[in-house]
C-alpha cells in the first residue's frame, strides 16, 4: 500500500487489538504510532513529574484528566515526524480530547475496533508485553518462542499491575462512560470505519488495510 498521508485515530475497548494492529501498521507502512498508554506508563516507570501525577489514576483503571492528556498529545503532534501521518493509539479518550484534537489537527478517519466484553477479559489477562521494546504478546494466542522472553529484543516479559481482573472493569466502566460516545461523535462527519476485532490479528489488519484507504485523500 502506497499511502502519501494517513492520519488515524484508533478507537475500541481496551484489549481491542489497538496496540497490535497500530504496531503492525507502524512496521509495515512507517506510520507512527502515538500511545498514551505508553507515554504515561514510561513516565510512571522513569518517576517523572507527570509520572507521578498519573500513577494512581493508571492503577485503578481510570482516565487521566483531559487537561494533561490534550497537553501531551499537542507537544507530540507537534514533531515533524507526524506532519504526514499518525496512528493515535488511545487518543482521544473523551468528547473534550476529540474536540481539542481538532483544533490541531484534522484525522483522516476513526477506527474502531469492535470485540465484545466477555473476549476482551481473556485478552487482557493473558496480555503479556515486553518491558524493553513494548512488544505485545498474549499468554495463549500470541505466545513467545520463549517462555517470558521477548521473541524481538530478547526482554523480558511482564503483566500490566491494570490487566488484573478488578482494574479490567474499572478501565470497561471508563470505555462505556466516557469513550464509547466518540464513535457517534466522528460517525456524525462521516469519518467512522468500524472493523471486526475479534478475528486473528492477521485478518484483523488485512480488514483495515482494505477498507482504510476510501477515507484517505488521493
Ligand atoms: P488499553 O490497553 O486499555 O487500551 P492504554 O495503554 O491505552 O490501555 O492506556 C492505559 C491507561 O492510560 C488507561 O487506563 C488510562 O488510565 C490512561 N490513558 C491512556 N490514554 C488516555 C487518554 N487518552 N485519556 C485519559 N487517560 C488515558
Ligand atoms: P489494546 O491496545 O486495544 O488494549 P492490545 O493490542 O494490547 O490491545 O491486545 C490485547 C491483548 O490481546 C494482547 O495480549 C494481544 O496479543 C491480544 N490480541 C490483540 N489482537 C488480537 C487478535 N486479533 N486475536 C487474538 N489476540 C489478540
Ligand atoms: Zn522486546
Known amino acids: 500500500m502506497n499511502i502519501q498521508s494517513m492520519k488515524l485515530i484508533f478507537l475500541g475497548p481496551p484489549g481491542a487489538g489497538k496496540g497490535t494492529i497500530s504496531k503492525m501498521a507502524a512496521e509495515r507502512l512507517g506510520v507512527p504510532q502515538i500511545s498514551t498508554g505508553d507515554m504515561f506508563r514510561t513516565a510512571v516507570k522513569e518517576k517523572t513529574e507527570l509520572g507521578l501525577r498519573v500513577q494512581a489514576i493508571l492503577a485503578a483503571g481510570g482516565l487521566v484528566p483531559d487537561e494533561l492528556t490534550i497537553a501531551i498529545i499537542r507537544e ?32 483522516d478517519a476513526a477506527v474502531d475496533f469492535e470485540v465484545r466484553d466477555d473476549l476482551i477479559l481473556f485478552r487482557l489477562t493473558g496480555r503479556r508485553v515486553c518491558r ?82 476510501r477515507f484517505l485523500k488521493k
Do not use: M
Not at 469513550?179 to 457517534?184: K, N, Q, S
Open 76 to 107: 507530540r503532534l507537534s514533531w515533524p515526524d507526524v506532519r504526514q501521518s499518525y496512528i493515535l493509539d488511545g487518543f482521544p479518550r473523551t468528547i473534550p480530547q476529540a474536540e481539542a484534537l481538532a483544533a490541531f489537527s484534522s484525522p
Open 132 to 213: 524493553a521494546c513494548g512488544a505485545i504478546y498474549h499468554a495463549v494466542t500470541k505466545p513467545p518462542k520463549v517462555d517470558g522472553i521477548c521473541d524481538l529484543c530478547g526482554g523480558e516479559l511482564y503483566t500490566r499491575n491494570d490487566d488484573r481482573e478488578e482494574t479490567v472493569k474499572a478501565r470497561l466502566r471508563a470505555y462505556h462512560e466516557e469513550t464509547e460516545p466518540l464513535i457517534g461523535y466522528y460517525a456524525g462527519k462521516g469519518r467512522l470505519l468500524t472493523i471486526d476485532g475479534s478475528p486473528d490479528a492477521e485478518t484483523v489488519y488485512t480488514t483495515f488495510i482494505s477498507e482504510i484507504g
